[in-house]
C-alpha cells in the first residue's frame, strides 16, 4: 500500500484530497453517498460574521465544461455554525477546516477568533477571494498590502492552521502569494473563481442576477495548474490546489505542478463520490509507478530534459 | 413534507421502455437492478447526460409516476436544450446514472376537494400526485393547459385519476386560452381546499393568485435552475417569508403562502438583503 499522508506545516491529512468550499456543504450533506471519513479532509462552506442572505436567484448559468455562480456567501452567520453545525460535524474521521469570509477586517478577525476555540477545527481557510460580495471578498485579494494586512490581522487572533485562498483574478499571482506569505499564513490555496459572465441572446439579458459570476469547473484547469505551478516556486510555504479537479489524474498533475494537497470542488455536484474515486485512483497510480509515497509527486514536474 | 428519512443513492439504472408524446415531450422508464427506495409526489431525480459536449451538470426532472412491483419508474421530459436532446436518443438497454430521490413532496390536503393545474412538461409531477390521490380516496379535478391539440399527452392516464378538464391557446382542444382563463375559475365560489400547481413560472404565480384570492391552500412546484440537486450549491434559492431557500431541498414543492410571490413588502425585502 502506498502511503497517501501529507503534511502540511502545522497541518497532517491522511490523504491530500480535500473538498473545496462551497461545494460540499459541511459534509453531513453526503453521507449518503461516500463515506466523508476517508477524506484528507473538508473545507466548509463559507462562515461570516453575520446572517447572510445572498444574491437573487437566478445564482447560476451552465457553461461548457463549468459554470458560473453568484452565490454571494449565503449562510447563518459564525455563531450558528459554532452552535448548530459543528457540533454534529466535529467527530467526523477527517479533518475539518472551515472557509472564513467577509466583508471587513474586523469581520475577518471576529470570525477567525470564534474559529479559534473549537477543538475539532485545525485549520481555517480565509477567504480573500470571492468574486460574489460586494464589499471585501475579492477586494481584499486583489491588493498585496491588503492580503498582508488582513492575513496579518486573523494572524494575530486565529493559533492554528491558517490557509489563504487566493483569487485568480489578478495581474501578479505570485504577488499575492508572497503578500499572504508575508502576513503569516501557512498554507496558500489557490485558485478561486475566475471572474466571468454568461448572456442570454433571446432576452438580451445577463443570466445571472449580478450580470458577472465566478466561473468554476474542468474549464479553468489549465489556468489553476498554471497558477499553482508559479506560486509554489514562488513561496516557501505548502500549496493547496484546486481548479476543475474531477480526476485522480487532475489530482496528480497538480501535485506534480507543486500542489502538497488538492480540493475537489464543482465535480462534487456532478458525482457526489467523485472525491473517494479520486483517492483510489491516486493509490493505483502510486502503486502503477512504484512510488511508496505521495509526498514524492509534490512539485516533481520534469522541465527542460530533466 | 420533507423526504428526509430516505437515504439518496446514486445509482446506474437501465432504460426499460421510452415513449415519444409529441415534437418536444418523450417519456422514459428506468428500471433499477434494487428494490425502489420510497418515492413520493414531489420528489426529483438528477440524471447524468453523457455524450453532449455543452451539458456539463446533472438535469433535474420530476418523477411521473412508480411501480414498485417492477422497480421502475418514469420520467417526462422535455427537449430544451443539447442536453435533454441526448437523453431523448436513449435507447432500451441503455444505463443511465440517476441520483435519486430527491426533494420534499406535496402534502395531503385536509378535505377531499382538490384541484390539479398543470401546464406543459409542469404536468410531469401530477400524475404521480393524482395517483396518490387516489390512492387516499381523493378524487381530484385536474385541470391542463396546452398551446395546441397536437401537443396534447396521455389524458387518459390523468382520466384513471381524476376529472380532466384542458384548456389550448388556440382553442383547438377544450376551453380556449390559459389555463387561468379557464370557465373553472369565473363560477364563483372554488369548491376546493387545495389546488396543486406546476408549470410555467407565469402561470404558478397567476394560479396562486387565484387561489389565494378564493383563500384556498395552494402548494407549487418550483423548477429553478440547479447545479448539485442536493443542497449544497446554494445556486437553486427561492425567497421565502424566512429568507432564502433551496428548491433542492426545502422544496420543490412549496405553499405559496411561504413564497414572497405577489407580495411587495416581502419583495422589497428580498432586494435589500442581497450582498
Same mark, same amino acid.
Given at each position: 500500500?502506498?502511503?497517501?499522508?501529507?503534511?502540511?506545516?502545522p497541518?497532517?491529512?491522511?490523504?491530500?484530497?480535500?473538498?473545496?468550499s462551497?461545494t460540499?456543504?459541511?459534509?453531513?450533506?453526503?453521507?449518503?453517498?461516500?463515506?466523508?471519513?476517508r477524506?484528507g479532509g473538508?473545507v466548509?462552506?463559507a462562515?461570516?460574521?453575520?446572517?447572510?442572505?445572498?444574491?437573487?436567484?437566478?445564482?447560476?448559468?451552465?457553461?461548457?465544461?463549468?459554470?458560473?455562480?453568484?452565490v454571494?456567501?449565503q449562510?447563518?452567520g459564525?455563531?450558528?455554525?459554532?452552535?448548530e *453545525?459543528?457540533?454534529r460535524i466535529?467527530?467526523?474521521?477527517?479533518?475539518?477546516i472551515?472557509?472564513?469570509?467577509?466583508?471587513?477586517?474586523?469581520e475577518? &478577525?471576529?470570525?477567525?477568533?470564534k474559529?479559534?476555540?473549537l477543538?475539532?477545527?485545525? =485549520?481555517?481557510?480565509?477567504?480573500?477571494?470571492?468574486?460574489?460580495?460586494?464589499?471585501?471578498g475579492?477586494?481584499?485579494?486583489?491588493?498585496?498590502?491588503?492580503a498582508?494586512?488582513?492575513?496579518?490581522?486573523v494572524?494575530? &487572533?486565529?493559533?492554528?492552521?491558517?490557509?489563504?485562498?487566493?483569487?485568480?483574478?489578478?495581474?501578479? *499571482?505570485?504577488?499575492?502569494?508572497?503578500?499572504?506569505?508575508d502576513?503569516?499564513?501557512?498554507?496558500?490555496?489557490?485558485?478561486?473563481?475566475?471572474?466571468?459572465?454568461?448572456?442570454?441572446?433571446?432576452t438580451?439579458?445577463?443570466?445571472?442576477?449580478? *450580470?458577472?459570476?465566478?466561473?468554476?469547473?474542468?474549464?479553468?484547469k489549465p489556468v489553476?495548474?498554471?497558477m499553482?505551478?508559479?506560486?509554489?516556486?514562488?513561496?516557501?510555504?505548502?500549496?493547496i490546489?484546486?481548479?476543475?479537479?474531477r480526476?485522480?489524474?487532475?489530482?496528480?498533475?497538480?501535485m506534480? =505542478?507543486?500542489?502538497?494537497?488538492?480540493?475537489?470542488?464543482?465535480?462534487?455536484?456532478?458525482?457526489?463520490?467523485?472525491?473517494?474515486?479520486?483517492?483510489?485512483?491516486?493509490? =493505483?497510480?502510486?502503486?502503477?509507478?512504484?512510488?511508496?509515497?505521495?509526498?514524492?509527486? *509534490?512539485?516533481?514536474?520534469?522541465?527542460?530534459?530533466? | 413534507?420533507?423526504?428526509?428519512?430516505?437515504?439518496?443513492?446514486?445509482n446506474?439504472?437501465?432504460?426499460?421502455?421510452?415513449?415519444?408524446?409529441?415534437?418536444?415531450?418523450?417519456?422514459?422508464?428506468?428500471?433499477s437492478?434494487?428494490?425502489?427506495p420510497?418515492?413520493?409526489?414531489?420528489?426529483?431525480?438528477?440524471?447524468?447526460?453523457?455524450?453532449?459536449?455543452?451539458?456539463?451538470?446533472?438535469?433535474?426532472?420530476?418523477?411521473?409516476?412508480?411501480?414498485? @412491483?417492477q422497480?421502475?419508474?418514469r420520467?417526462?421530459?422535455?427537449i430544451?436544450?443539447?442536453?435533454?436532446?441526448?437523453?431523448?436518443?436513449?435507447?432500451?438497454?441503455?444505463?443511465?446514472?440517476?441520483?435519486?430521490?430527491?426533494?420534499n413532496?406535496?402534502?395531503?390536503?385536509?378535505?377531499?376537494?382538490?384541484?390539479?393545474?398543470?401546464?406543459?412538461?409542469?404536468?410531469?409531477?401530477?400524475?404521480?400526485?393524482?395517483?396518490? !390521490?387516489?390512492?387516499?380516496?381523493?378524487?381530484?379535478?385536474?385541470?391542463?393547459?396546452?398551446r395546441?391539440?397536437?401537443?396534447?399527452?396521455?389524458?387518459?392516464?390523468?382520466?384513471?385519476s381524476?376529472?380532466?378538464?384542458?384548456?389550448t391557446?388556440?382553442?383547438? @382542444?377544450?376551453?380556449?386560452?390559459?389555463?387561468?382563463?379557464?370557465?373553472?375559475f369565473?363560477?364563483?365560489?372554488?369548491p376546493?381546499?387545495?389546488?396543486?400547481c406546476?408549470?410555467?413560472?407565469?402561470?404558478?404565480?397567476?394560479? @396562486?393568485?387565484?387561489?389565494?384570492s378564493?383563500?384556498?391552500?395552494?402548494?407549487?412546484s418550483?423548477?429553478?435552475?440547479?447545479?448539485?440537486g442536493i443542497?449544497?450549491?446554494?445556486?437553486?434559492?427561492?425567497?421565502?417569508v424566512?429568507?432564502?431557500?433551496?428548491?433542492?431541498?426545502?422544496?420543490?414543492?412549496?405553499n405559496?403562502?411561504? !413564497?414572497t410571490?405577489?407580495?411587495?413588502d416581502?419583495? @422589497?425585502?428580498?432586494n435589500?438583503?442581497?450582498?
Open positions: 500500500m502506498a502511503d497517501l499522508n501529507v503534511t502540511l506545516g497541518l497532517e491529512l491522511k490523504n491530500p484530497v480535500l473538498t473545496a462551497g460540499f456543504g459541511c459534509g453531513e450533506e453526503f453521507t449518503d453517498f461516500m463515506d466523508v471519513n477524506l473538508i466548509v462552506k462562515v461570516t460574521g453575520k446572517n447572510r442572505d445572498g444574491n437573487p436567484y437566478p445564482r447560476m448559468a451552465e457553461t461548457p465544461m463549468g459554470m458560473l455562480n453568484a454571494g456567501l449562510n447563518k459564525v455563531d450558528y455554525f459554532i452552535r *453545525i459543528y457540533p466535529k467527530d467526523f474521521d477527517t479533518q475539518i472551515v472557509n472564513v469570509s467577509g466583508s471587513t477586517l474586523d475577518y &478577525v471576529e470570525v477567525a477568533g474559529l479559534n476555540d477543538d475539532k477545527i485545525p =485549520a481555517i481557510e480565509v477567504n480573500i477571494s470571492c468574486p460574489n460580495v460586494k464589499q471585501g475579492m477586494a481584499f485579494g486583489t491588493i498585496p498590502a491588503t498582508t494586512e488582513v492575513t496579518r490581522a494572524r494575530d &487572533v486565529y493559533k492554528k492552521t491558517l490557509i489563504v485562498k487566493l483569487s485568480p483574478n489578478v495581474t501578479s *499571482i505570485t504577488d499575492m502569494a508572497k503578500a499572504a506569505a502576513g503569516g499564513a501557512d498554507i496558500i490555496s489557490l485558485i478561486n473563481t475566475l471572474l466571468g459572465m454568461a448572456i442570454n441572446a433571446e438580451r439579458r445577463p443570466v445571472l442576477s449580478t *450580470i458577472t459570476g465566478g466561473l468554476s469547473g474542468p474549464a479553468i489553476a495548474l498554471r499553482v505551478w508559479q506560486v509554489s516556486k514562488a513561496v516557501k510555504i505548502p500549496v490546489g484546486l481548479g476543475g479537479i480526476t485522480a489524474t487532475d489530482a496528480i498533475e497538480f506534480l =505542478a507543486g500542489a502538497s494537497a488538492v480540493q475537489v470542488g464543482t465535480a462534487n455536484f456532478i458525482d457526489p463520490a467523485v472525491t473517494l474515486k479520486i483517492i483510489d485512483g491516486l493509490e =493505483a497510480y502510486l502503486q502503477r509507478h512504484q512510488i511508496n509515497s505521495v509526498k514524492e509527486l *509534490i512539485g516533481s514536474l520534469k522541465v527542460n530534459g530533466e | 413534507m420533507a423526504n428526509t428519512l430516505v437515504q439518496k443513492r446514486q446506474i439504472l437501465e432504460v426499460t421502455g421510452k415513449r415519444r408524446l409529441n415534437d418536444r415531450h418523450f417519456i422514459i422508464q428506468l428500471t437492478e434494487e428494490p425502489l420510497m418515492m413520493l409526489p414531489g420528489n426529483f431525480v438528477q440524471v447524468l447526460v453523457e455524450g453532449s459536449p455543452t451539458t456539463f451538470l446533472r438535469r433535474p426532472l420530476s418523477i411521473h409516476e412508480v411501480n414498485y @412491483a422497480n421502475s419508474f420520467i417526462l421530459i422535455q430544451k436544450g443539447d442536453g435533454t436532446r441526448q437523453l431523448s436518443r436513449l435507447k432500451n438497454g441503455d444505463k443511465l446514472n440517476v441520483i435519486y430521490p430527491l426533494g413532496c406535496f402534502s395531503l390536503p385536509q378535505g377531499k376537494e382538490v384541484l390539479l393545474v398543470g401546464g406543459g412538461c409542469g404536468v410531469a409531477p401530477l400524475l404521480f400526485l393524482a395517483q396518490f !390521490l387516489r390512492q387516499n380516496s381523493i378524487r381530484p379535478v385536474i385541470l391542463t393547459g396546452w395546441t391539440q397536437s401537443d396534447i399527452f396521455e389524458l387518459e392516464e390523468y382520466k384513471k381524476g376529472e380532466v378538464l384542458m384548456t391557446e388556440d382553442g383547438s @382542444a377544450g376551453e380556449k386560452g390559459l389555463v387561468t382563463d379557464h370557465s373553472l369565473r363560477s364563483g365560489k372554488l376546493f381546499s387545495r389546488i396543486y406546476c408549470g410555467p413560472d407565469p402561470m404558478m404565480k397567476a394560479v @396562486a393568485g387565484l387561489a389565494a378564493h383563500g384556498i391552500d395552494c402548494e407549487v418550483l423548477e429553478n435552475t440547479m447545479a448539485c443542497g449544497v450549491c446554494l445556486c437553486c434559492v427561492t425567497p421565502t424566512s429568507g432564502n431557500e433551496r428548491v433542492c431541498v426545502e422544496g420543490p414543492v412549496f405559496t403562502k411561504h !413564497l410571490w405577489g407580495n411587495p416581502k419583495e @422589497a425585502c428580498q435589500k438583503c442581497h450582498g
